[in-house]
């Protein structure tokens, strides 16, 4: 293991984040180089010493203290925040219309040749040969 993978490592040991196999290939690196067992003993005096500093006490009053004196939050109003949001839905719908109407222009082809047909062939082409209009005319 290099120098400075065992580095890594023993901040992630001090944090209690290393795995147990990382944790003995650490040992085994600080067993046979002096130099980070050196770095090892320091960041460890370092963190009791850390732990020996007392917190601070602080007034009860700080925590509103410094709420209030935050920026307030500007409110929107309502048209201000569903205003985009019904522009948005609007030109959908138009847009929707539009493409239907012109989709339905393509499909829907008027045809002259159904004002040739007679009856019976206007029948059979559009009902079929066996119709409920067949059993109605009787």
Not at 18 to 40: F, G, Q, V, W
Not at 57 to 68: A, C, G, K, Q
Not at 88 to 106: E, F, P, Q
Request: glycine share 4%.
């Amino acid at each position: 293991m290099r120098c400075s993978k065992a580095e890594r490592y023993i901040s992630l040991k001090l944090d209690n984040h290393l795995s147990a196999r990382n944790a003995r290939a650490l040992k085994e690196h600080l067993r046979m180089c002096p130099s980070c067992t050196d770095i090892y003993k320091q960041y460890t005096e370092l963190e009791a010493r850390l732990a020996e500093i007392p917190s601070p006490e602080y007034p009860p009053y700080l925590h509103h203290r410094i709420m209030s004196n935050l920026p307030a939050k500007k409110k929107r109003s309502a048209l201000q925040r569903y205003g985009l949001g019904y522009a948005t839905a609007s030109l959908v719908i138009l847009l929707s219309l539009w493409a239907g109407t012109i989709v339905g222009k393509m499909v829907i082809e008027p045809q002259d040749d159904y004002l040739s047909q007679t009856q019976s062939e206007y029948e059979a082409i559009y009902f079929g040969e066996h119709t409920i209009l067949e059993y109605y005319d009787e």
